[in-house]
C-alpha cells in the first residue's frame, strides 16, 4: 500500500487490529503498519493469521517492527483478556484499537434462527465491547488513575475506530442481527467516547457502503450489481480506500478534534 500520511506518522505507536486475516482488517493492518506502527494482528485462526502476517511483511520492506500474531475470538472474555495481556507484555503500550472482524449470517426475520441471531451480535457487538473495556481496563484506565485522576493531556496518541455499516441506518434485507449490531455499535462508540474522554482517547466509527472483500462476494454477481447502482460513486469501494479513511480517523494531525463520530464512508449510498 502506498503512503496516505507522512512516512513513519504512527512509528512508536501500537495499533490492535481484529479480523486482520482477511479483507478490510487485513488492509488496515497493512497501512497501519506501512505509516510504521507496530500492528497486533488479531483473528480466529494462527495458520491464516501468519501468513497474512507474511503477506504483511513482504508488501512492506524494510519493515521497522515486525507484526505480532495474536489469535483469538473476540467473542470470547478470556481470549480478548490474553490477547490485550500479549500486546501489552510485549510492547508496553496500546495506542489504537481497530474493531474489524465481523460476520454475517443472512436469512429474513422469519427464517433466522435465535443462535445465528446471537453469534452475529456477539462477534460485532460484543468483540467491540470486550477490546474496547479490556484495552482500558488493563491499560489506559491505570494511565489515569497513575496521573492522579487528571485527564492523560500527554500528548500521546490514543484512538479506537469501531466498524459499523450503512446498512445500520439504511436497513438491509437478510440482516436484521448484522444492523442490530451495527446501530449499537454507533451508540457504542458514542457512548465510550464520552466515558473515555479523559484518557484522550478519540472513539469513532466509520460505516461503510459496500466493500469488496470475501464478505460482499457471499451476495453474488446480481448483488453486486444492485449495490454499484445503488451508489453515487458507481462503484464497489476497494478495502484499501476504507483502510485510508481509517489512517486520518487514527491521526491527531487529521482527526485530533473528532470523537464519538461516525464516518459515513458509502460511496453516497445513504445521505445523512
Ligand atoms: N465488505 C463490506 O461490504 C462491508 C461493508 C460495511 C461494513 N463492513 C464491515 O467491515 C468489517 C470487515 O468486513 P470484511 O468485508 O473485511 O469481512 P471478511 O469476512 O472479509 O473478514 C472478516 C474477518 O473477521 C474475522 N472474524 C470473524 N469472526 C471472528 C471472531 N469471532 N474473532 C476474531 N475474528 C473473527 C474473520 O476470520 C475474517 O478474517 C466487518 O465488521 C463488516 O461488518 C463490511
Known amino acids: 500500500m502506498d503512503l496516505v500520511l507522512r512516512e513513519g506518522a504512527f512509528l512508536g505507536e501500537t495499533h490492535i487490529v481484529t479480523g486482520a486475516a482477511q479483507g478490510i482488517g487485513f488492509w488496515i493492518a497493512q497501512a497501519l503498519a506501512r505509516h510504521g506502527a507496530q500492528v497486533a494482528m488479531v483473528d480466529l485462526d494462527p495458520k491464516r493469521l501468519e501468513a497474512a502476517k507474511a503477506k504483511l511483511e513482504s508488501a512492506i520492506q524494510p519493515m521497522k517492527n515486525a507484526p505480532l500474531v495474536v489469535p483469538a475470538d473476540v467473542t470470547l472474555e478470556a481470549d480478548v483478556k490474553r490477547a490485550v495481556s500479549q500486546v501489552l507484555e510485549a510492547t508496553g503500550c496500546i495506542n489504537g484499537v481497530v474493531n474489524v472482524a465481523g460476520i454475517t449470517r443472512d436469512s429474513r426475520i422469519t427464517k433466522k434462527s435465535l443462535s445465528d441471531f446471537n453469534l452475529v451480535l456477539s462477534v460485532h457487538l460484543g468483540g467491540t465491547f470486550l477490546f474496547t473495556r479490556e484495552v482500558a481496563v488493563q491499560h489506559w484506565h ?5 496521573n492522579g485522576d487528571q485527564p492523560l ?21 437478510g440482516q436484521v442481527d448484522y444492523t442490530a449490531a451495527k446501530g449499537a455499535i454507533e451508540a457504542v ?5 464520552r466515558e473515555y474522554s479523559n484518557y484522550r482517547v ?26 454499484k447502482r445503488a451508489t453515487l460513486l458507481g462503484k464497489i469501494a476497494e478495502p484499501g480506500d476504507i483502510a485510508a479513511t481509517v489512517l486520518g480517523m487514527a491521526c491527531p494531525r487529521i482527526s485530533g478534534y473528532t470523537t464519538g463520530q461516525i464516518f459515513a464512508t458509502n460511496g453516497g449510498m445513504y445521505l445523512a
Open 202 to 227: 478519540r472513539v469513532n466509527a466509520i460505516a461503510p457502503g459496500p466493500v469488496n472483500t470475501p464478505m460482499l462476494a457471499t451476495i453474488g454477481e446480481q448483488g453486486i450489481a444492485a449495490m
Open 153 to 173: 493531556d500527554d500528548g500521546v496518541n490514543r484512538f479506537i475506530v469501531n466498524f459499523s455499516s450503512v446498512s445500520a441506518r439504511n436497513g438491509n434485507v
Open 142 to 146: 491505570p494511565l489515569f488513575k497513575a
Open 189 to 193: 462508540t458514542r457512548t465510550t467516547a
